[in-house]
């Protein structure tokens, strides 16, 4: 019976993931900085937009380690195809 590869060591699903990875990344840390931007003129402007400055600036710390996360997702999947290219052209 064949051992079963998980995702990660499958090193083709991490290279056809890269387009929507990079992508996902992208979006959290514009949605990052658009909840630091948020915090910022609701604690400037002392009132509250929808939620208090603390809470978007909690929500912008997580959102910008969520990016990070996919962000090292992309840098596997760029070193992944950057050796195979460079064992190619070795062989």
């Known amino acids: 019976m064949a ?4 995702h990660w060591e499958n090193r ?3 290279k056809a993931r890269l387009g ?7 979006v959290c840390f514009v ?13 400037a402007a002392n009132v509250i937009l929808g939620l208090t400055s ?15 996360m996919w962000f ?3 840098g596997l999947a760029w070193y992944l195809i950057t050796t195979e ?4 052209k070795g062989e």
């Open 3 to 6: 051992k079963r590869q998980r």
């Open 31 to 43: 949605l990052g900085i658009i909840f630091t931007v948020l915090g910022i003129i609701a604690d």
């Open 12 to 14: 083709e699903f991490i």
């Open 72 to 74: 090292f997702g992309v």
């Open 85 to 88: 290219a460079k064992s190619k």
């Open 54 to 68: 603390v809470s978007w600036f909690l929500l912008a710390i997580v959102t910008l380690v969520v990016g990070l």
């Open 20 to 26: 929507s990875s990079g992508m996902t990344a992208h």
